[in-house]
Each structure stands twice: as C-alpha cells, then as structure tokens.
C-alpha cells in the first residue's frame, strides 16, 4: 500500500479527499504520468498533473494558483515560489538531468556535433530563454564557443522536441532524457565538458499537507528513483 511505501496518507487543511495537485515541469510528464499511476495502484491519492515550463509554472503559482507540489527543473524557479509562499515545505533535489541534440531520425543534415549547429542556414529550436531549457543550453552553447541564432524559441522543452519530430527545424536542444524517450529523432551526444548538469527539486507548497508529503516521499523512495532512472533521468 502507498501508505506504506511513503509517509501517512492522512489529508492536511489543503488538500481535498486525499488528491494530490501536483503542478511540475514539461520535461517530467512522461515520468511523473508513471509516477502517478503507480501511486494509483497502490492505493494511494489521486494524482492530478499539470505540465508547462518551470517559469510558466512558478508565475502561475506565485500569482495563487491552487496546487500542493511543485517540481521545478531548476533551483531559480523554485526559489520564486518558495519566496511567495506562507508555510512550504523544504525543497529537495530528486533527479538529474543533462543536454542533448535532437534531430530528425535520418540525421538529413548531417549532424554529429554542437559545432555543427552554428553552420550557416541551419533551423535551430530551442526553449525560451526564461525556461529551464533554455538558460541551460545557452550555457552549453556559450561553453562550446558556438553561436547560434534560434530559428524559433519555444515555451517549453517538449515543444521543442515536437518541432524536430515535425520536421519544422533541422536540431534543438533538450534534456538526454527527452531525447532517449522520444520516437522519431536521434539523439546527438554533448560532451561533459561543455554540457550542464540539470538539478530537479520539488517541494510541498504548504507543510502541513500530509497527502503532498507523501507523493514527495514516494519519488524520493527507491521505487519512485528507479522509474526516474527508467525515463533517462540520473538518481543518486
């Protein structure tokens, strides 16, 4: 049982009947959507998700938005809700990630670097700069001396995935762990020495919720690391 697995799956003063909001960034749908089932099955709240960028999100949040866990895909972001909340809990990093190049999954241009994403006439998406995503392969690409001109910037990670797999652009940049879940692109390694370390930490937005709480411990257990290690993403 769920109750079990985690923390007491008693309700605190805001949370309704047990269910979970749970409001977390694009890049963990597929394995929060996991996550979520498997708390289903053993019992525990249900689990309702909502999936944007990390900025969308914590302003969605700061201006009051109902919700009882946030997971962010950066510290930045989770320090702006943290600031605006009354009584939150601790945040606590539960995932990694890295970059990757995506690319349609014949590789028509020829890809096989972060160098290569500079040349001249080639559709570059990535996430917006305020995103996540974004900050963090600009910090790639500024640590690879590479300049590029985005042929389009994109409020989230996973629509940047959707304009490769739609052949609207020739590359993008998005976390290893899209990029080894999606159908229809290959994947361009970035070397560590100029690829960024993602921290994902997330939080219950009001302490005294017991059902949040628990959600919280039940990704942080060895059941909840394991599906994340599943989806690409790093554990400790």
Same mark, same amino acid.
């Given at each position: /049982?769920?109750?079990? /697995? ?8 805001? @949370? ?6 749970? &409001? ?52 930045? $972001? /989770? ?21 990757? =190049? ?43 001396? *590479? ?46 020495? *100029? @690829?960024? *370390?993602? @921290?994902?930490? =997330? ?5 005294? @919720?017991?059902?949040?709480?628990? &959600?919280?411990?039940?990704? /942080?257990?060895?059941?909840? $690391? $394991?599906?994340?290690?599943? &989806? ?5």
């Amino acid at each position: /049982m769920f109750c079990m /697995m985690a923390a007491s799956c008693s309700t605190g003063s805001n @949370n309704e009947a047990g269910s979970v909001t749970v &409001f977390a960034a694009a890049s963990l749908t597929d394995v929060f959507t996991a996550l979520a089932r498997d708390v289903r099955d053993a019992g525990g709240p249900e689990i309702t998700l909502s999936f944007a960028g990390s900025s969308t999100l914590a302003t969605q949040l700061v201006e009051g938005a109902p919700a009882d866990v946030f997971a962010s895909a950066d510290n930045a $972001q /989770m320090d702006r809700v943290i600031d605006a909340l009354v009584n939150p809990g601790e945040p606590t990093v539960f995932a990694r990630n890295r970059l990757a =190049i995506v690319v349609e999954a014949a590789n028509p241009e020829g890809i096989e670097r972060i160098e290569d994403l500079e040349r001249p006439g080639l559709l570059v998406a990535l996430a917006a700069p305020e995103v996540p995503a974004g900050n963090y392969a600009q910090l790639v690409l500024d640590a690879a001396n *590479v300049a590029v001109t985005p042929a389009t910037y994109e409020t989230d990670v996973r629509a940047v995935l959707t304009k490769v797999q739609l052949g609207e652009v020739d590359a993008g940049i998005v976390y290893a762990s899209d990029a080894a879940a999606a159908r229809d692109v290959a994947a361009i390694d970035i070397p560590d020495a *100029v @690829n960024h *370390v993602a @921290n994902y930490p =997330i939080v219950a937005l009001h302490r005294d @919720n017991a059902a949040a709480s628990a &959600f919280i411990d039940f990704v /942080m257990s060895p059941a909840g $690391q $394991q599906r994340l290690a599943d &989806f690409g993403f790093s554990v400790s």
